[in-house]
């Protein structure tokens, strides 16, 4: 039963429900519509509707009232009226009660029936028809906030790229499972802001925790048919909204007040916060797709559709639709939920899934869209980080090294040649080099300098570090797809053994390739990134697509965690922190530092001499020594004073058995020490074996070791 209320005209702009202190302004863009109703309901029972209000007001494409004495924790939805003509494009359907576009908090999530479809089920002429069945009970309802927070003068970190190290984490997966996090909070935003969690990443020496998606997102009806969840979250329905599944403290914005909550304390921390974020397709699906939101409130207005037939969508996103990020309301979505995130939310940046659909302008990708366009010129969405996942899937997706200046790039070229290097395979120097030292064949042309590439061996979207040299092939059974879903290709090195084993000779060569992927990430030119759990040997018992497994599978299992690859991580990631000529702020030239006579860079052979062009191109050569010349790097000291780094011997041995290597000539130091061994599992060890110049020891198969010629004294 719904009541009369007094309404007011109100503002079509900002866009959203915004409350002032006396009531709640609401506006929504609905370019194609005749009619919105703006529905609210009751905080005790959603399914109860308490007034339905006919917006009459409209300035351009916005409708807009304004209604007082309404409170943060309003429930509300919209009924949106137009012609269903899905053959052209639009498919408003009234009876369909629909999620705000700009919604700040969505109260829960869907329960699927079929009357979230625009169509009759089983109808003869399917998506054509038209459905009378009301959508209200079975969809979570948008809720009126109160903006207000106490940041207690939050500042955000501004932690550089060339001192930034990225820990991929999911939300609910990192916490889950930890036994000193209350039982209340484990999987939450309250967990991750935890002291237990933030004491761990600032111990583990992590700059920015990247969270997969918060965006309130849906779990399609086929998986929740199968007893299985969107768990990696990579379905949008809300892009303003923090998911109230990933809340410890209510539904009704409390789940905004605890995300704040988790930015401040990981601030105060020194810790990034980049969220990773779905802007090129929503959870609406194609033709089939259910009606929740945008496919009800302007249909052509926001997707990418057939141009000769409209009542299909164009897919670059393998999800069944795309957003169409050339038409101005689209832009203007995702302009306005950038800002938001960064001004109210404080978030540090963003990683863009699948970033190359954004860039199409008609069919093609194009680097200088319409999209970069804009975010080149704001002034506030330009100034955080900004990550592309440089492919989709569609033709000419794959754009690793096309993104303009500005942005990082999730560089899948780099994951690739680094696997194929310690898995063996032939004639892969060359790009080993040119990976190891920043990729410059694919960011020196266009100005951007080494930190354009986000290096990484794994991500969330296939195997973790261990079941990467522990599995040969995919064991996603748990899926339902009959092990179908996944990268075929995505496998590491053929151990001798696939799975559990007891032979300890497996063991300790597994053991020492996760330790020699992580030592060549950490001490490669870029920004490295890391999941979270592979540092501790997370397993996901070969499962390579978990994207629907909300269980022990995907989270991390703290109790079981490795403590010796977890201590050779940390001590590698503060070895990167407290040496910057591992971390480079400009390319290397291969020419001699002023005022010290040696080049910054000087590849070897193994026997100390320098390698010449035509060592590149041998086939089977799967070894090499790098010397890298601090004497040209610099930090600042604690009081602001220059503090020159020491230069280093780095030796990859990929090759099956141990090789003898020589220490450099005296030209280049008088005496090099073992600081990092990936065979006897060491990191800056306090009694170093020494080497004097041209001096041969063996360097084990399979193995990483560096040696550090100290600096003993300043010369500024």
């Known amino acids: 039963m719904t009541t009369t209320v007094i309404t007011y005209p109100g503002s079509p702009f900002p866009l959203g429900a915004t409350w002032d202190g006396n009531g709640v302004n609401f506006a929504l863009f609905a370019d194609n519509a005749t009619k919105v109703e703006l529905c609210l309901f009751s905080q005790a029972t959603d ?12 300035s351009y494409q916005v409708w807009h009232t304004y209604v007082p004495e309404l409170e943060p924790g309003q429930l509300y939805g919209y009924r949106v009226y137009g012609p269903y003509e899905p053959e052209n494009g639009h498919r408003y359907n009234h009876n369909k ?60 970190p501004k932690i550089p790229y060339h001192k930034s190290i990225i820990y991929e984490a999911h939300v609910k997966g990192f916490t889950m499972l930890h036994p000193d996090i209350p039982e209340e909070i484990r999987g939450t935003y309250a967990g991750i802001a935890h002291p237990t969690t933030i004491q761990y990443l600032k111990d583990l020496g992590i700059t920015a925790i990247e969270l997969l998606p918060v965006h309130h997102f849906i779990t399609d009806w086929y998986l929740q048919d199968k007893g299985l969840t969107n768990y990696w979250g990579y379905n949008s329905i809300g892009f303003f909204a923090p998911d109230v599944r990933y809340s410890s403290t209510g539904v009704l914005g409390e789940q905004v007040t605890e995300f704040k909550n988790m930015v401040k304390q990981l601030h105060k921390a020194g810790i990034e916060v980049i969220l990773d974020v779905v802007y090129n397709h929503t959870g609406e699906g194609n033709e089939k797709g259910p009606t929740l939101s945008f496919k009800g409130v302007d249909n052509a207005s926001y997707y990418r559709l057939v141009e000769d037939d409209k009542r299909y969508y164009m897919d670059y996103t393998g999800t069944g639709n795309t957003l169409n990020a050339n038409l101005p309301s689209v832009l203007r979505l995702i ?21 190359s659909a954004l860039a199409r302008e008609l069919h093609a990708v194009d680097r200088l869209s319409s999209f970069f366009d804009i975010i080149h010129q704001d002034p506030i969405i330009s100034q955080v980080k900004l990550i592309a996942e440089p492919w989709d899937v569609g033709e000419g997706g794959y754009q690793v090294g096309n993104f303009p200046p500005g942005w990082t790039e999730w560089n899948g070229k780099y994951r690739d040649c680094m696997r194929d290097f310690w898995r063996g395979e032939d004639s892969m120097l060359a790009e080993f080099a040119n990976r190891f030292t920043g990729s410059s064949d694919l960011y020196f042309d266009d100005f951007r300098r080494p930190t354009a590439s986000i290096n990484f061996i794994t991500a969330h979207d296939g195997f973790t570090l261990h ?12 899926n339902g797809e009959d092990n179908k879903d996944g990268d075929d290709h995505n496998r590491s090195w053929n151990c001798g053994a696939e799975g559990p084993t007891d032979d300890q000779w497996i063991i300790d060569l597994r053991n020492r390739q996760k330790r020699n992927f992580l030592a060549t990430l950490f001490l490669s030119q870029g920004v490295p990134m890391m999941v979270a759990g592979d540092e501790m040997s997370r397993t996901q018992n070969g ?22 690859l977890m201590e050779f991580t940390k001590r590698l990631v503060h070895f990167r922190r407290n040496h910057p000529v591992f971390r480079r702020r400009r390319w290397f030239q291969g020419q001699p530092i002023k005022g010290h006579g040696l080049e910054d860079i000087q590849w070897f052979l193994p026997d100390g001499t320098e390698m010449e062009y035509e060592h590149w191109e041998q086939d089977h050569a799967k070894s090499l020594a790098i010397f890298l010349n601090g004497r040209g790097v610099h930090s600042r000291g604690p009081q602001g004073e220059v503090v020159l780094d020491d230069s280093f011997y780095v030796i990859f041995n990929a090759y099956h058995d141990s090789l003898i290597f020589n220490a450099p000539p005296a030209k280049y130091g008088e005496e090099w020490q073992v600081v990092v061994d990936t065979f006897r599992d060491l990191v800056e060890p306090e009694n170093p074996t020494k080497y004097k110049p041209g001096e041969s020891f063996h360097v084990e198969g399979r193995s990483v070791l560096v040696l550090k010629n100290p600096i003993f004294h300043n010369p500024e």
């Not at 999620?99 to 009759?120: C, M, N, R, V």
């Not at 054509?128 to 500042?155: C, H, N, Q, R, Y």
């Not at 079941?467 to 748990?478: I, P, R, T």
């Not at 499962?543 to 010796?564: F, M, T």
Request: overall charge negative; aromatic content about 14%.
């Open 335 to 355: 302009m306005d939920s950038l800002r938001y995130w960064i001004l109210e939310m404080h978030v540090d940046g963003f990683r863009f899934d699948l970033a």
């Open 47 to 58: 399914e109860v509707e308490t007034a339905r209000i006919e917006m009459t007001e409209r």
């Open 543 to 564: 499962n390579n697509n978990a994207y629907c497994q909300d269980n022990e599978i995907s989270w991390i299992n703290w109790p079981g965690a490795d403590q010796g």
């Open 467 to 478: 079941d990467l040299v522990s599995y040969n092939e995919k064991h996603n059974e748990a």
């Open 97 to 156: 009660l629909l999620i705000d576009p700009y919604a700040k908090a969505i109260s829960g999530t869907i329960k699927w029936h079929e009357s979230l479809f625009g169509y009759q089920f089983g109808h003869e002429d399917g998506d054509l028809s038209f459905s009378e069945m009301d959508s209200a009970p079975f969809i979570p309802k948008s809720v009126v906030i109160d903006p207000t927070f106490d940041w207690e003068g939050d500042k955000a």
